[in-house]
């Protein structure tokens, strides 16, 4: 083998990684599995170490081989973003910019930013996903999105936040329950009723912090139901199986069946913060961030 590796050994090492079957991601590969094991031989030659721990029945990634699964993984989304900023820079674009965010910022902070950037930047080409907090987060540090909107209070290191937007909560319930805003008192009142909530998954801290509103009115509530997508959680809601609390921007944008009371006198507050990774190289970045009072 010659001094150098071709992106196709990582392709194919990235392969085996995901599937940990050599039989698997040869079929996947359209090659044989005699020969993916030399390409995966020629990289662990090349590296100057093992990368995978075979035997007849498992395979196994060494600790190298996981840091080059995370590097290779990065290398390819990079070069994706390479192909399509090239794309967009030949046809008059100045690039292109991928965002992330949770359902309750495109209710509050991305219209306004998205008016900003056609303003000010027009020739910037923005493609939006709407994921949980830590997809967000993954991909991230994948190279995959360039800045994300979520509600978290950890971050691991590398990415850099910023709140862009603090709100209160509300209930959310089906339309016929006898609770209202009028005639609602505490939260104590709801230590009965079945919750809809969003799941520790969307975000460890999100969800600590719901659990603390009902910590400080002394009980546990129930959880029925959990989502890490509103839409889920007010069809839930709708259909009569629970109430739900939610941040208070989640009231506006949605035609069903169902009624908001705010909780405007409790202390707890959600916060929604931009993320992106430090050592970012898009370009077109600086300029977006710039933008975040």
């Not at 990684?17 to 698997?24: G, I, P, R, V, Y």
Request: proline content about 4%; aromatic content about 10%.
């Amino acid at each position: 083998m010659s001094n150098n590796i071709e992106l196709r050994h990582l392709r194919y090492f990235l392969t085996v990684a995901d599937e940990l079957h050599f039989s698997k991601s040869a079929e996947k590969l359209f090659i044989t599995q005699p020969a993916l094991s030399r390409q995966i031989k020629q990289l662990e030659d090349y590296l100057g170490t093992p990368l995978l721990i075979r035997d007849k029945r498992n395979v196994k990634l060494t600790r190298t081989g996981e840091y080059l699964k995370d590097e290779a993984q990065f290398i390819f989304n990079h070069l994706d973003f390479v192909r399509q900023n090239i794309r967009h820079l030949s046809s008059g674009d100045k690039g292109q910019l991928r965002i992330g965010f949770v359902g309750s910022a495109m209710q509050s902070i991305i219209p306004g930013l998205l008016r900003q950037i056609h303003d000010q930047s027009p020739d910037i080409h923005t493609v939006l996903t709407e994921l949980p907090n830590q997809d967000q987060i993954d991909r991230i540090k994948k190279d995959e999105l360039d800045i994300g909107f979520i509600r978290t209070m950890r971050l691991p290191e590398g990415l850099y936040k910023k709140d862009v937007y603090e709100e209160s909560f509300c209930l959310v319930l089906p339309s016929n329950h006898p609770l209202d805003q009028k005639n609602f008192k505490t939260v104590k009142d709801l230590e009965n009723e079945s919750f809809i909530l969003f799941s520790s998954q969307y975000s460890h801290g999100y969800y600590e912090k719901i659990m603390s509103i009902f910590e400080d009115y002394g009980f546990t509530p129930k959880v029925a139901h959990e989502s890490v997508h509103s839409s889920t959680i007010f069809r839930l809601v709708e259909n009569e199986l629970g109430i739900g609390i939610v941040p208070s921007s989640l009231k506006r944008g949605f035609n069903l069946d169902i009624k908001f009371i705010d909780l405007n006198k409790i202390p707890q507050r959600t916060t929604l913060s931009a993320v992106w990774k430090t050592d970012n190289r898009n370009p077109v970045l600086d300029r977006i961030t710039a933008l975040l009072n």
